[in-house]
């Protein structure tokens, strides 16, 4: 089905995949914390290839300077340590996930990145950093063993790393306080009933002692000590209540103090704190579009101006600022468009444009994402997102099922959504019972509802809801996503098959026991929390066969493309072999792309890219829609092992 030139929502020309999915031409600015540099992410000029590059604040952005020199998957974390010369990277190996902790001088002119945290398989995560402490940084590793973080700290000016703090057995989570930079919080798991537990210490040399525990089923976590001598901290707790509060907690007792603000339709949010007094300045939540409650009436003020200065109907966000929070960085979020970032002075109340980034999007008309409340079938309101194809009657649709599961959409600029919708594919994506933020009762009506419960669903629910509205074609329905959602795409071909037309799944597991049997170490001591959830596919092999399309295969009727990373260290290259292998066995049309070189997702674009046009030709051919010429891009590793 083509929808009419007359009736496309998006532009008539066929916006570029290379626009849509290409590196970004600017990305992720960061102020470092004197003010005197900022740093963004931009491809290098010889590779195209993702690298950090400063500038000074006052200069011209022309005049930055790259200061790595990544060769492959490109930087996509960087950051500033408290020195303001120090920039800190994360970079794995061909997208094993292994992240090492890198560091590069800014103020020398071609300085080699140090690497902090070396190793054959060793992973750092739990960086901290503390501007009362420049020179030094907090930084987990499972060097010493695979499943545990201990924490080390590192000077910057020497090099010296020594541990800090060891890892008892049971700890997935640290936390430092802030005036002594001495870790202070560990938020440790316990096996036996995947309750949670948060220990706290009065010093580096105290013994650690329960401050309080979550049973299976409760959120809750510190969110940080309050400037009063180790007397208080904040919390956020679900505990007598169905969505997270905000609460002050005495740290000798545990006892709640005092309960700040909660929201009934959705968790607590982001914490606004000022650095120096705790004092809790603004606290964002987000039921479907981010919003924020001011206790700060001179930062309120602060977001009314760059609020009258933003695009229409754009969402505001500090995405850095300097110690003395002089300057911000700023970004404006819209759905129809580009994020854009401006340099915000606080004393002249003013901003400067810094840039888009992907400035070539604003050549294309794009499409405004709407939010909407859909019913599933018992009732409960499923908060989703509508980007549409069509202005008049039903298109094809595409339901573009989010990973985790236990994550969620939210409202903004989608590439994927803009380039279905500019092919001729309305998207809905749909936070389907056991995303996050909705509170504990949302989230737990996901255990034990995969494959064939009420998880796939709110997925099925929701496709009768956009058909009854008039905007999906009932007989063009492609579902489609990434890890859970390729897993959610493999259940609906096989449980629902008369849903959908065709479907298309990356990295999405296919026997959920063998996804268990094979996570990383460091995953662990989440596993039975995630046999809670899921199901007990370890001592219940049928309930395992039940929820496992592998084991359904025959039902399949309908075209699957399937993507995969050969290094994918959590959902591995075998899920993905045994559905196809079996698939093309037996006869039922299934195209495999394997790309060597990546991992959990296509990191690399010319990976993306290529995938995405065989994609994009996959449902050009299955729904009819609108489709770019293929060209292979020059970098791409794409393998067909049923070839």
């Known amino acids: ?64 300077r790259m200061i790595t020199t990544d060769k492959s998957r490109g930087i996509r974390q960087a950051f500033w340590a408290q020195d303001s010369k120090t920039m800190m990277y994360m970079q794995d190996f061909e997208g094993d996930e292994n992240f090492h902790l890198w560091s590069v001088d800014t103020t020398q002119v071609d300085a080699a990145a140090k690497d902090l945290t070396p190793g054959e398989n060793v992973k750092a995560s739990n960086i901290l950093t503390n501007k009362r402490f420049p020179d030094e940084v907090l930084v987990g590793t499972n060097a010493n063993n695979p499943a545990l973080f201990d924490m080390y700290r590192i000077n910057l000016k020497t090099g010296e790393t020594v541990l800090d703090t060891k890892n008892p057995g049971d700890v997935l989570g640290w936390g430092a306080e802030d005036f002594s930079f001495e870790i202070r919080e560990a938020l440790s798991k316990n096996q036996e009933d995947s309750s949670e537990i948060v220990r706290v210490r009065d010093d580096s040399k105290s013994e650690w002692r329960t401050l309080k525990i979550f049973p299976y089923g409760e959120e809750g976590n510190l969110v940080d000590f309050c400037a009063d001598d180790g007397k208080t901290c904040y919390m956020t707790s679900s505990v007598g209540r169905d969505t997270t509060a905000l609460l002050k907690v005495d740290l000798k007792t545990g006892e709640t103090l005092e309960e700040i603000f909660s929201n009934e339709k959705c968790d607590v949010g982001s914490v606004f704190l000022d650095e120096d007094t705790k004092e809790i300045r603004s606290i964002a939540y987000n039921y479907a579009r981010t919003e924020r409650l001011f206790f700060d009436k001179d930062l309120e003020k602060d977001y009314k101006i760059l609020e009258d200065a933003s695009p229409d109907g754009a969402e505001i966000s500090i995405s850095s600022m300097t110690d003395d929070e002089n300057l911000w960085v700023v970004s404006y979020t819209r759905s129809e468009g580009p994020t854009e970032f401006v340099l915000y002075d606080r004393k002249t109340k003013t901003t400067k444009f810094l840039f888009h980034s992907q400035p070539a999007l604003l050549e294309y008309k794009m499409v405004p994402m709407e939010d909407v409340i859909i019913p599933a079938r018992d009732g409960l309101d499923l908060v989703a997102y509508l980007t549409r194809a069509s202005s008049e009657g039903p298109s094809p649709l595409i339901l573009l099922v989010h990973g985790g599961p236990w994550a969620r959409d939210r409202w903004g600029f989608n590439g994927s959504a803009q380039w279905f919708a500019n092919r001729g594919y309305s998207t809905l994506q749909v936070n389907y019972r056991g995303s996050t933020g909705y509170g504990k009762s949302f989230l737990h009506k996901g255990d034990k509802e995969w494959g064939v419960g009420d998880m796939q669903h709110d997925l099925t629910d929701s496709v009768k809801w956009a058909i009854d509205q008039g905007i999906a074609d009932p007989d063009n329905t492609c579902i489609y996503g990434g890890s859970y959602g390729g897993y959610a795409c493999l259940a609906g071909l096989t449980f629902t098959p008369d849903t959908y037309k065709c479907g298309v799944d990356i990295v999405g597991p296919s026997n959920i026991k063998t996804l268990l049997d094979s996570i990383p170490a460091y995953w662990g001591p989440l596993r039975n929390d995630m046999l809670l959830k899921i199901g007990d596919v370890d001592a219940d092999a049928e309930f395992n066969e039940k929820i496992s399309p592998l084991f359904h295969v025959d039902k399949i009727s309908k075209p699957l493309l399937i993507g995969q990373g050969a290094n994918d260290p959590r959902v591995k290259q075998a899920e993905a072999d045994q559905i196809a292998f079996s698939m093309h066995k037996k006869g039922i049309p299934v195209e495999y792309v394997l790309y060597p070189d990546e991992g959990h997702g296509f990191a690399r674009p010319d990976n993306r890219i290529d995938f995405n046009a065989r994609a994009e030709m996959f449902l050009a051919k299955h729904l009819g829609g609108r489709s770019e010429e293929f060209v292979k891009p020059k970098g791409s590793t794409a393998t067909f092992p049923l070839l």
């Open 1 to 64: 089905m083509t929808i009419p030139a007359a009736n496309l929502v998006s532009d008539e020309r066929i916006i570029p995949r290379d626009v849509l999915f290409g590196n970004p031409e600017r990305a992720s600015p960061m102020l470092s914390p004197d003010g005197n540099y900022i740093a963004f992410l931009a491809p290098s000029i010889e590779d195209e290839v993702l690298n950090v590059w400063v500038y000074g604040t006052d200069e011209d952005i022309e005049k930055a």
